[in-house]
């Protein structure tokens, strides 16, 4: 598949809209969406009881406690166990940092985070960063999303601004495409996933245990969330989603921002379905539809009753052709 970028889709595409039209109401229904954003997450962490409740089920049966993923601190949170202190894929929100770090110790059998891997800057990713920093562990992330937690950012995917993080708190590892670490005796990858869900999202996998961390851009149980107003945009969501079904297996495990694992084979279908859907946005564009006429035109209607109503996902992936930029 040619590869997809934002500025040639475009240069071939916007001569021939009403632009004007198409572009009012694109700001109308930007306006409306960010009064109603759904993951509220930048101010509403105090709101949440300090009483967190954490699961954990092992990913690696045959050595319980070895890899473990950790729900209800605000993400799914991957916890490895190592000989010099556990490593963290994602932190949680701020407010449950201490239950999460409990949870962890307790899976792992080490109470020290030697390294915490940020798949993106979002709160619901990055707070524990100001803890395993002071305690002296090592953040990894994206140049982006270091970036970001350096200053005040707004995001459709939650209300108000989240950061300037505190120094003590800012990733001490960065990469720009792709690198690794030795840990545990086998190497971790971590490459990024250009503007699929933010534009500094990291993937991570562990190819001997056969697991990949993905972060925001998938989803087993609903729709993804593009923050539009920081990279994220449809093109990006689709090559995200060829590179993880290029690289997994049938059967590996994928473990998203949230809710329960995919596997491989399911990538590779959704793959096929968002390819699919921008091919048919292209269409919409060209006859001139707004937002509204993409809702109504249902081009979902098959993937509904297995991830529910569209209707903000498609709001959002047909405005982000027009509202994010990526240089060729």
């Not at 949440?48 to 690696?60: A, F, H, K, P, V």
């Not at 990055?126 to 803890?131: I, Q, V, Y």
């Not at 096929?272 to 048919?280: N, P």
């Amino acid at each position: 598949m040619t590869a997809i970028t934002r500025r040639r889709f475009l240069r071939g595409s916007l001569h021939t809209l009403g632009a004007a039209a198409v572009a009012a109401e694109m700001r109308a229904a930007r306006a409306a969406q960010e009064r109603s954003s759904l993951g509220a997450a930048g101010v509403a962490a105090a709101r949440y009881s300090s009483e967190t409740q954490i699961s954990g089920t092992d990913l690696l049966p045959s050595d319980p406690g070895a890899v473990t993923l950790l729900q209800g601190a605000g993400c799914n949170v991957v916890a490895a166990r190592g000989p010099e202190g556990s490593l963290l894929v994602d932190g949680g929100l701020a407010a449950h940092s201490s239950a999460l770090l409990h949870a962890a110790a307790a899976a792992t059998g080490s109470s020290r985070v030697a390294t915490l891997i940020d798949t993106h800057w979002h709160p619901s990713q990055t707070g524990s960063n100001e803890s395993v920093g002071r305690a002296g562990g090592v953040i990894i992330s994206h140049e982006v999303t270091r970036l970001y937690l350096e200053r005040a950012a707004l995001s459709t995917c939650y209300e108000g601004s989240y950061g300037p993080l505190p120094r003590i708190a800012w990733p001490t590892k960065t990469t720009r495409d792709r690198d690794s670490i030795e840990f545990a005796g086998q190497r971790v990858d971590y490459v990024y996933l250009p503007a699929a869900h933010t534009n500094g999202d990291l993937y991570v996998h562990f190819p001997e245990w056969n697991l990949i961390v993905a972060g925001g851009p998938v989803s087993a149980e609903g729709w993804p969330i593009l923050d539009i107003r920081n990279g994220g945009w449809v093109g990006g969501l689709v090559q995200a989603h060829e590179t993880l079904a290029a690289l997994a297996k049938p059967e590996t495990r994928i473990v998203p921002a949230s809710g329960r694992l995919l596997t491989g084979a399911l990538v590779a279908r959704q793959r096929d379905m968002y390819r699919q859907l921008f091919k048919q946005l292209f269409v919409y564009l060209n006859k001139g539809y707004g937002p509204s006429d993409v809702i109504a035109a249902r081009p979902l209607a098959a993937y509904e009753a297995q991830y529910g109503d569209p209707a903000h996902f498609l709001d959002g992936a047909y405005r982000s052709l027009f509202l994010a930029y990526v240089p060729d």
